[in-house]
């Protein structure tokens, strides 16, 4: 289902912003933005956050229109890479050594973000009451909890419970059971085996920052992403806890930003658990 009533509101001036958003809606896409906490873990840019700037990279994996770039680094301990402005190319790179070649997994997003092209009316001027766009270009890195989770149906708690991740669907299953990616931006929507349903969010902003504002309802800013020069460690990350997957494996990655030009971004992507 899409709202429509946001097309002849008086509030907001109704714009490409509204029905690019409802239309990731008519697709399939989720909300990202927190319904029921003040958890913004997207920091508001996203076109499934708060209408604003591009659809982000793991958005366009669910809908088949881009995949990303993967390397097994089982066989590499570190390695370079360039790569070109997302909004131009669609291309992006995905880190999890254990990744099951689906969006349907847990992993890492490095994106190099560019203000021009589609992204110019954002990072100029102010949508509403939404955060100005990234200014600048630099180096986006989301954590994606994409995870298929079979649930039950509790009759004494009249409510969809986490039975299990699983790795794929059966064609036919019983009336109180159901599949859904269990991570969620908002709580209700949450169905994982985290202690506290909410804590695992299904896309999130890794910011370049000392502590996780986010969580607090501060939206992103120029300070979020990575620079020349900045370096990402899954180790220190306030965004990890004890440097883990939510899956409590370690993560074990660090990623330098080299290189920063018009054309291109380098990086180079250090893992700990890599062979030599």
Known sequence: W????????????VDAHTA????????????????????L?????????YNISDH??????LLRWADPLYYDFSSYSSLTVSLPPFQRSNQFLLFNPNWNHSALDEYLLFVFYTPDGINVPDAEKRYGSRPLGFTKPGI????????VAKCHYSSQQYAWLFSEYVESIPSSYPEDEMYVIGACNSNEGSRTDASRQGRYKQIALVENKEFNRLQTGESADDGSLFYQGDEFSS????????GEWNSKEAINLTMKVDEIS???????LTYQGGSL
């Not at 873990?41 to 956050?49: C, E």
């Open 56 to 61: 982000d990279p793991y958005s366009k994996m």
């Open 262 to 268: 018009p054309e291109k971004a380098t990086i180079t």
């Open 41 to 49: 873990a997207l920091g508001g840019h996203s076109m499934m956050d």
């Open 140 to 147: 986006k890195v989301y954590h994606v909890d994409s995870r």
């Open 2 to 13: 899409v709202g429509i009533d946001f097309f002849s509101s008086e509030q907001y001036e």
């Open 235 to 242: 180790s220190s990350s306030p965004y990890f806890l004890r």
């Open 20 to 39: 690019i958003h409802e239309t990731g809606h008519l697709l399939g896409l989720r909300d990202y933005y927190p319904s029921d906490s003040y958890n």
